[in-house]
């Protein structure tokens, strides 16, 4: 099993940027496939980005592409997402999703149904 633990969560103006954090626990970290998601109120939780657990091969959602950048540390056993150029319409709750591969592979996963281990989010309110 690993535990997964968001933060760098908050409140930000239209424009600005903030950078979320994911600490792993528990098994080795590189042989899983990551994924930030993100739920709004009244919103099914969607996928804002993955990545996967070898060669960092990376899927954005259109609405944050160019804007967000995901990215792992295998060593510190972290995932983050940088967002930048945030608006209104990023406000959520944001939570990391890990998938158990168990071998390297370039996949990443975009369906929430494929991901087994969640944290418990982290709240991102961008105001306008």
């Known amino acids: 099993q690993v535990q997964l633990v968001e933060s760098g969560g908050g409140l930000v103006q239209a424009g600005g940027s903030l950078r979320l954090s994911c600490a792993a626990s528990g098994r080795t970290f590189s042989m899983y496939a990551m994924g930030w998601f993100r739920q709004a109120p009244g919103k099914e939780r969607a996928v804002v980005a993955a990545?996967?657990?070898?060669?960092?091969?990376?899927y954005y959602a259109d609405s944050v592409k160019g804007r967000f950048t995901i990215s792992r540390d295998n060593a510190k056993n972290t995932l983050y997402l940088q967002m930048n150029s945030l608006t209104p319409e990023d406000t959520a709750v944001y939570y990391c999703?890990?998938?158990?591969?168990?071998?390297?592979?370039?996949?990443?996963?975009?369906?929430?149904?494929?991901?087994?281990?969640w944290g418990r989010g982290t709240q991102v309110t961008v105001s306008s």
């Open positions: 999703a890990a998938k158990t591969v168990g071998y390297y592979s370039s996949r990443y996963y975009r369906d929430k149904d494929d991901y087994t281990y």
């Open positions: 990545i996967s657990n070898s060669d960092s091969n990376t």
